[in-house]
């Protein structure tokens, strides 16, 4: 069967590792991929054709307005490609993608990857509209699921809930905790927070950098001094650097850009914070968890899903310095031996719970059952 995953671009994000992910990963005995960007390449591009998948870049909606040709140039490439079955991932590409899909009379499978935090009125009367002509609608966590139902009408047996899967092999850092650390200019007496994020908005960094200069200006003092080190790029960068010289955060906080070594970063932090306002639900959360690491995160998305009842994270209401300066402060107090104990308690439940497998298994389901459906509904 030959399956066209759809994106608008491949950047470093969340939703674009899981679709290289997947292809990389669905048994290509049974299943044959093509990447398809809308706009352009992407930083991840080049993993996908390091795998040996065929990728190709449409160089279409370059401006506001509505492009049709990029609909009729992803009809022609499904006619020409004999696609069986489309997945889109995020908005755009789940609208032409399945647009797209309705004219070359090709089985749409549509991913949701965040909750909805602002809805725009077109976008839900252009989802309800395409959910009925689409295979499946699969979301990505519960609450997201929640949304889809609420805010776009989707019938509930049009949706399949699939929790994100990580691979493992992703996290194992060859280095020795020292070695990492060292590289990254960290004393060991000093508690090192670590996030992997775009620098957007969504991420929430500006209220984790208010945290951090609540700890210098509260006492007392943490036991053990607090660096953050902050991966990742995005149009925020200089807003958010010029914060941190504003309050005074200096040595505390380390901006290291895009970076390919996430491994060897999770590798010499102690604490991992993710405080984003919104999620579906985090690959990053998942690699941290997976590296062993205590987490501390806001609960959204699927957060609570990943966290469960167990005591490898603390959780904080989104867009609270003071619950994040408190939470970090709480596990800088804590025993080594007890952030150990944290950290392979999330390490056991992304293993147990997250896996790459299970992810990809519902997923060749999906696959198989939109292609029968078709199949069916021929005359």
């Not at 647009?99 to 602002?118: D, E, Q, S």
């Not at 957060?303 to 939470?327: E, F, I, M, T, Y």
Request: glycine share 8%.
């Amino acid at each position: 069967m030959r399956i066209l995953h759809l994106i608008t671009r491949l950047p470093v994000g969340g939703a674009e590792r899981l679709l290289v992910d997947i292809v990389r990963h669905l048994p290509r005995e049974q299943f044959e991929s093509l990447v398809c960007c809308i706009q352009d390449r992407g930083e991840l591009a080049g993993e996908v054709e390091a795998a040996g998948i065929p990728l190709l870049c449409l160089e279409r909606m370059r401006s506001r307005r509505f492009d049709w040709r990029a609909v009729r140039d992803l009809a022609r490439l499904m006619r020409r490609e004999r696609i069986g079955v489309v997945h889109a991932h995020l908005y755009h590409a789940n609208l032409y993608g399945r647009l797209a899909a309705l004219g070359a009379g090709v089985p749409a499978i549509a991913t949701v990857h965040n909750t909805y935090t602002r809805t725009k009125l077109h976008r839900r009367w252009l989802n309800r509209l395409l959910a009925r002509a689409s295979a499946r609608v699969v979301a990505v966590s519960d609450d997201i699921r929640r949304d889809v139902l609420r805010h776009d009408g989707v019938p509930e047996d049009k949706i399949a809930t699939i929790q994100n899967g990580i691979d493992l092999s992703r996290v194992a850092s060859t280095m020795t905790r020292e070695a990492a650390r060292a590289r990254l200019g960290l004393d060991e007496q000093v508690l090192a927070v670590g996030c992997v994020a775009r620098l957007e908005e969504q991420k929430g960094h500006r209220f984790l950098l208010e945290a951090l200069a609540l700890l210098r200006r509260q006492g007392p003092p943490p036991s053990r001094p607090v660096k953050l080190v902050a991966a990742g790029d995005g149009r925020l960068r200089g807003e958010l650097q010029a914060q941190a010289q504003s309050l005074g955060l200096g040595e505390m906080v380390s901006f290291l850009g895009t970076r390919s070594d996430v491994a060897d970063i999770l590798r010499a932090l102690d604490v991992y914070v993710m405080p984003s306002l919104w999620e579906g639900l985090s690959l990053a959360l998942l690699e941290a968890m997976a590296a062993g690491l205590p987490v501390i995160a806001t609960d959204v998305g699927g957060v609570s899903q990943v966290l469960g009842a167990g005591s490898g994270g603390v959780k904080v209401a989104p867009g609270d310095a003071r619950a994040l300066a408190a939470a970090i402060r709480q596990l800088s107090d804590e025993p080594r031996e007890r952030l150990a104990l944290r950290g392979e308690q999330a390490r056991q439940r992304v293993r147990a719970e997250f896996s790459l497998d299970a992810m990809i298994g519902r997923l060749t389901a999906i696959y198989r059952e939109a292609a029968a459906l078709k199949e069916a509904q021929r005359p």
